[in-house]
């Protein structure tokens, strides 16, 4: 289930309507149980015991392009401002820039007790020229969580063995204090990401 993310974020009078969208399709997705989350990415059913999945952790949305830096603070403000968020870190994209030669911003945030992830990458260069579709499905994913770090790595060299299954990033410990990676189908391009969350780290400064 990929957010239909406009092809750049939207003015800001239209971010409170922009960001209840993607809150209620995140809502929506967090429903999908690990078997489903796992059997949509591998293009086959796993069971989730006996990878040691526990649940899903959070669901991450592409949110949209933005053309200067200054369009993503207006957007950062509004998601700190927005009634129902709580928690807000954000940091740079360490994916955006290496795969695909852009930058870009995460935001990490909770709504009613559930974590969620928005992205969006600077339109340029190479990542410019990718469709709709292409940039929605790379930088979303949903985050199955694990019982520990050491598992994390375990869980990404089994999936990553698979045919079309690409291992395309691992975090020891974040800003969040999260162990994760991100796997790529490189059929579908869908994305999906393992991660253990450790001790939180003090919010992320700008």
């Known amino acids: 289930m990929l957010f ?5 974020l939207p003015p800001p009078d239209e971010h409170p309507d922009h960001l209840d969208r993607l809150l209620d399709h995140l809502t929506r997705a967090r429903s999908a149980a690990p078997a ?5 990415f591998l293009d086959a059913p796993a069971d989730p015991a006996t990878l040691g999945v526990a649940d899903v952790h959070h669901v991450a949305a592409y949110t949209g392009d933005y053309l200067r830096e200054e ?7 509004s998601v700190e401002s927005h009634g129902a968020v709580r928690d807000v870190r954000t940091g740079p994209s360490h994916i955006a820039p290496r795969r695909y030669g852009t930058p ?3 935001i990490n945030l909770t709504v009613h007790g559930h974590e969620y992830e928005l992205f969006s990458c600077r339109a340029h260069g190479e990542w410019s020229g990718y469709g709709a579709r292409r940039k929605n499905a790379l930088m979303s994913h949903h985050g199955l969580s694990v019982a520990g770090p050491r598992q994390v790595r375990a869980v990404l ?12 990033a691992f975090a020891p410990a974040d800003e969040l204090g999260h162990t994760y990676g991100h796997l790529l189908n490189t ?8 991660v253990h969350a450790g001790d939180p780290a ?5």
């Open 4 to 8: 239909d993310a406009p092809a750049v």
């Open 187 to 194: 059929r579908s391009e869908l994305v999906l990401e393992i």
């Open 71 to 77: 369009d993503f603070d207006a957007w950062l403000a």
């Open 104 to 106: 870009g911003h995460w």
């Open 157 to 168: 060299d089994f999936l990553g063995a698979r045919p079309g299954v690409e291992q395309i």
């Open 36 to 40: 489903e989350v796992l059997a949509d």
């Open 202 to 206: 003090p919010a992320a400064q700008r």
